[in-house]
C-alpha cells in the first residue's frame, strides 16, 4: 500500500496534460497543392510517418511521465514495504519514567539507563512532521523538539518521587487528542511497576507500554514514626521494612549523626526500637537499612520533639477516673503533678483542659469563662447515643489498642474553636482554641468506656503531654508534594537552606529528602517536615496486561524491543518513494532529451 505525506500535491497531476495539449496544438497539417513535385513528396511522407509518429508518440509520453514523477515526489509517497522509518504525521506523547524505582542497579547498569536508551531510539525515530510531548516523574507536560527532546532525556536522574503512570497516560491523551494531526500515538518507557497505576478514564490514542527485561531484588524502609510524637523520658521508633528481598539486613536509628539502636529484620517486618533521649528540643533521626540494589529507600528520616514531662494539676471537677490516671503517670515519670496544665470543669490558669460539669446547670458558666477569656469555644446541649470518636488528636492512642475504638455514649454539642482534634458521629468532640482544650465529655464510664479501656492511661498521656503541653505539628510528605504550612510558620528550614512560604501560607515539599523545620517569624520553631520516598515506589513487581486494559482500554499493550519498534508510528515499517520518483524522473529527463536530439539531428541532415 502507497500513502501520500502531501497529498495535496496530487494536485500538480493535471500538469501531465500539458504535453498532450501542446503536441496537438503543435501538429500541423500542410495544404495540399497539386503540381508534379508533390506525388514525390507524398511518397516521401509515407515512408518516414511510422518513424515520425514513434518519436513523437515517444515524447510525448516521455514528457507525462516526467511531470507524472515529479508531482508524486512532491507528494512524498510511502509504502508499507517492510523496511524504512516513515510514516503519517503523528502526535507523539512519550512517558520516560526516572522516578525513584528507576534508580535499581540490575546486572551493572541503572534500570534507568535502559530507559534512556530506548527513549533516544524512539525520538531519533521521529520525522520533521510530527509533534512530541514528553512526561518526566516531575509529571510535568514538555511540547519540545527532536534536538531538544534529545538533550533532555540524556539529562536525566532518579528523583526521589513517584509517578503515576495511569495519571502521565491520561494527561498526553488529552494533550495529542488535540493536536491537528491524524495519527495519535503515546509510548511509555518505564519498569511498569504495579503499585504505579491510578483509575481512572480509558486512553483514546494508541498506547504502547515497554519495560526493561531485569528486574531487581530490594528491601527498603516503608515506614518510621515515633511513639508518643513527643518524648519525655522515653520513647520508641516504630519501623516498618518493605520489599522482596528475603536476606535479613541490619536496621540502624541515627539521631544528630550519631547511632543509637540498632536491631536486624527481613523485608515485611516491623519493629519496635526502643530510645531514651539524651537531649530536650527537636531532633532530626534517620532509620538506616544495609544498602542493596535501589539505595534511593534504604533511609527514612523522622522528627522527634524530646520534651520535659508535662506539670499537670488535677482538679475535682475533672473525676475520679482522671486523677488516679494522672496519679499512674506520675509514678512512671511521664508527667509531674502540680502546677502547669490544669485539668478540671473549668477554664483555669494558661493551659487548661476542660471537661463539662457534671451538674448541667453549671454549663452557662463554663461558657461565660469561655467568653470571658476571648475564646470562641462554646458547650452546647447535651445528647445521648453511641459514636465512635476518632481524629487527628487520637492518633497513636487508638493504634494501641489493637483495633479497638472510643466509644462515646454522651456528650455536649461543642462549637467554635481553631482545630478540631477528634470527632464522634461527625461532630467535634475535642476542640482546642489557643491554651485550652474542650472535651465534649467527661471522662467517666457512663459517658464514655474510655476510663475502663486499656488505653484511658495512654489517653491521657497523649492529651497532656503531647496536645496540652504545646504540641506542634508534624507533616510527612513525599517529595515535591504541596504542604500547607502550620499556623505561625513562614518557612520550612533544612540542611540545605530554607524554603519560604507562599502568600497562602504553602511550600512545595524540597526534592531531597530530610527533615525540615517549619519557623516562625521570630525564629521559633512551629513544627517539622518530614520528607521521605513514596513506599509504594519500593515495590518492584511488575504490572500484568490485564492491569493495564483495565486501566487504560483496549487500545493499550505491553511490547518488547521488536515489538515496539515494529508498532511504533502506527504501526507500520513505511520506506519513503520521493527519491525513487526523483531519479525516475531525472531518467525519464535524460531519455526525453536523448529523444529529442536524434530527432532534430535527422531532421538538419536531410535538409
Known amino acids: 500500500m502507497i ?4 497529498p495535496l500535491a496530487l494536485l500538480g497531476l493535471a500538469a501531465a496534460a500539458i504535453p498532450a495539449i501542446l503536441h496537438f496544438l503543435a501538429k500541423r497539417v500542410p495544404p495540399t497543392v497539386w503540381f508534379p513535385a508533390v506525388r514525390y513528396l507524398e511518397d516521401t511522407e509515407r515512408e518516414q510517418s511510422r518513424r515520425l509518429k514513434l518519436r513523437h508518440l515517444l515524447l510525448l509520453i516521455l514528457r507525462t511521465a516526467l511531470i507524472v514523477c515529479v508531482v508524486l515526489a512532491a507528494a512524498r509517497p510511502v509504502a508499507d514495504v517492510g523496511l524504512g522509518s516513515a510514516h503519517p504525521p503523528t502526535a507523539l506523547g512519550l512517558v520516560v519514567d526516572n522516578s525513584l524505582s528507576s534508580a535499581a542497579i540490575v546486572e551493572g547498569r541503572r534500570v534507568l539507563d535502559r530507559i534512556v536508551e530506548k527513549a533516544l531510539e524512539v525520538i531519533g525515530k521521529l520525522a520533521e512532521q510530527d509533534q512530541l510531548w514528553v512526561v518526566t516523574a516531575d509529571g510535568v507536560v514538555r511540547r519540545t523538539g527532536r534536538l531538544e527532546a534529545l538533550e533532555l532525556v540524556r539529562a536525566l536522574d532518579p528523583l526521589p518521587r513517584r509517578l503515576d503512570l495511569g495519571q502521565a497516560v491520561r494527561l498526553l491523551d488529552r494533550v495529542v487528542s488535540a493536536a491537528p ?3 495519535r500515538e503515546i509510548v511509555v518507557l518505564s519498569d511498569l511497576q504495579r503499585t504505579a497505576w491510578s483509575a481512572g478514564d480509558t486512553a483514546g490514542a494508541r ?3 515497554w519495560r526493561p527485561a531485569v528486574r531487581a531484588v530490594n528491601r527498603s524502609v516503608d515506614s518510621a514514626r515515633s511513639e508518643p510524637s513527643v518524648w519525655t523520658s522515653h520513647g520508641e521508633v516504630v519501623v516498618a ?3 522482596n528481598s528475603e536476606i535479613p539486613a541490619a536496621v540502624r536509628l541515627e539521631m544528630n549523626g550519631r547511632e543509637i539502636a540498632r536491631s536486624v529484620a527481613r523485608a515485611g517486618d516491623r519493629l519496635v526500637m526502643s530510645v531514651t533521649p539524651t537531649r530536650r528540643g527537636w531532633q532530626a533521626g534517620v532509620v538506616r537499612t544495609d544498602p542493596d540494589e535501589l539505595r534511593l529507600d534504604d533511609d527514612w528520616y523522622l522528627a522527634v520533639r524530646v520534651a520535659e514531662p508535662a506539670e499537670v494539676t488535677v482538679e475535682s471537677g475533672a473525676g475520679r477516673y482522671v486523677a488516679e490516671a494522672l496519679e499512674v503517670l506520675g509514678e512512671g515519670g511521664r508527667v509531674r503533678l502540680g502546677g502547669g496544665v490544669i485539668v ?5 490558669g494558661t493551659r487548661t483542659v476542660v471537661f463539662p460539669p457534671s451538674d448541667g446547670a453549671l454549663v452557662g458558666n463554663l461558657n ?9 469555644l462554646r458547650v452546647g446541649e447535651r445528647i445521648e447515643g453511641e459514636w465512635r470518636a476518632e481524629g487527628e488528636g487520637l492518633a497513636g492512642v487508638q493504634s494501641e489498642a489493637a483495633g479497638g475504638w472510643i466509644t462515646v455514649k454522651k456528650r455536649h454539642r461543642l462549637s467554635g474553636g481553631e482545630a478540631v482534634l477528634a470527632r464522634a458521629g ?6 482546642r482554641e489557643g491554651g485550652v482544650i474542650l472535651i465534649g465529655s467527661r471522662l467517666e464510664e457512663d459517658w464514655t468506656d474510655l476510663p475502663v479501656s486499656a488505653w484511658f492511661v495512654p489517653f491521657l498521656d497523649v492529651l497532656v503531654n503531647r496536645l496540652a503541653a504545646g504540641e506542634v505539628r508534624v507533616v510527612n510528605a513525599s517529595p515535591g508534594e504541596a504542604v500547607r504550612l502550620p499556623p505561625g510558620a513562614v518557612r520550612a ?4 537552606g530554607a524554603v519560604e512560604g507562599d502568600a497562602e501560607g504553602a511550600i512545595t515539599a524540597p526534592v531531597e529528602p530530610g527533615v525540615y523545620f517549619f519557623v516562625g517569624a521570630a525564629g521559633d520553631t512551629a513544627g517539622a517536615l518530614q520528607v521521605n520516598h513514596d513506599s509504594r515506589e519500593s515495590r518492584l513487581d511488575p504490572v500484568d496486561a490485564r492491569v493495564v486494559r483495565g486501566t487504560l482500554g483496549t487500545r493499550a499493550r505491553l511490547v518488547g524491543d521488536r515489538a515496539l519498534s515494529r508498532e511504533l508510528f502506527g504501526g507500520a515499517a513505511r520506506a519513503d518513494l520521493t527519491l525513487p520518483f526523483l531519479l525516475l524522473a531525472l531518467a525519464l529527463a535524460a531519455v526525453e532529451l536523448i529523444v529529442a536530439s536524434l530527432g532534430t539531428r535527422q531532421t538538419a541532415g536531410k535538409e
Do not use: H, I, K
Open 241 to 243: 521494612l518493605g520489599g
Open 426 to 431: 461527625g461532630e467535634p468532640w475535642m476542640v
Open 181 to 183: 494531526l491524524a495519527e
Open 493 to 496: 528550614v533544612g540542611p540545605n
Open 344 to 348: 478540671s470543669d473549668r477554664v483555669a
Open 207 to 209: 498506547v504502547l507500554l
Open 3 to 6: 500513502a501520500f505525506l502531501q
Open 368 to 376: 461565660r469563662q469561655l467568653a470571658a477569656r476571648g475564646l470562641t
